[in-house]
């Protein structure tokens, strides 16, 4: 494994402190949800270690060999995965104001729940109007949550390719090591298949003159991520 570079060291930590005051947000649109801290993002990073790195009595320090640019592109598309689960309240108006919106809440499952909420609020039970209401907007915003939910991982993406002025430059101003770290942040929402993408996801990618594979970076995110659960991440 490649030593990283102290310049690749002092970025992730300023990434780091920007992402960590960012996903503070997110709790006030998911706060029924288990935690996506940079806690989360950290033990990610411990999992995809516990695959890398061979036991102390292997021949081999290491199971797969990594390039100091493949580790900077794990550490920070974990910091910035859940990202796009920051909504502002502002983007919560558009959506119910959009045809997106309509057309999501009419699909079948959705259409029940959202007409529910209507006719509650309408309705006499509890009687005060003050009570009804606030207990239909829990249950609306709890609609639109699970909306974001399911595209939180393009919202990353996007975040990522937006935002490197705000995020303390973590990319270099480097183009295409910014567009592998958002693909690689796209990957934990894709389905499986969709890795087979060798444009977006190939084997092997020149960046900052270093040999990159994307496709195990996409996949290595996706495992962490997903061996992240124990009993304080598993939702009731």
Not at 73 to 94: C, F, P, Q, R, Y
Not at 109 to 133: C, H, L, M, W
Request: hydrophobic share 35%; proline share 3%; with cysteine.
């Amino acid at each position: 494994m490649t030593r990283p570079s102290k310049s690749y060291h002092g970025r992730a930590s300023n990434l780091r402190e920007k992402v960590e005051e960012l996903l503070t947000y997110i709790p006030t649109t998911f706060g029924h949800y288990t935690s996506h801290s940079v806690q989360h993002s950290e033990r990610i990073l411990h999992q995809i270690s516990q695959l890398l790195f061979a036991d102390k009595t292997s021949a081999s320090p290491v199971s797969i060999s990594l390039s100091a640019v493949e580790m900077y592109i794990l550490i920070a598309s974990a910091l910035l995965h859940d990202s796009g689960m920051v909504v502002s309240e502002a983007e919560k108006t558009t959506l119910l104001e959009s045809k997106e919106w309509e057309r999501w809440v009419s699909d079948a499952g959705k259409e029940g729940v959202y007409q529910a909420i209507k006719e509650f609020r309408d309705g006499s039970n509890p009687p005060k109007k003050e009570t009804r209401d606030f207990l239909a907007d829990r249950e609306l915003r709890l609609l639109m949550a699970e909306y974001f939910r399911r595209e939180h991982h393009v919202r990353s993406a996007k975040l990522v390719l937006q935002s490197e002025e705000a995020l303390a430059q973590f990319a270099f101003q480097d183009q295409v090591l910014l567009k592998t770290i958002a693909d690689v942040c796209l990957a934990h929402g894709l389905r499986h298949h969709e890795l087979e993408d060798t444009n977006r996801y190939p084997d092997t990618r020149d960046i900052r003159r270093e040999k990159v594979n994307v496709r195990l970076m996409a996949i290595l995110l996706r495992l962490g991520d997903l061996l992240d659960m124990d009993s304080s991440r598993a939702c009731p």
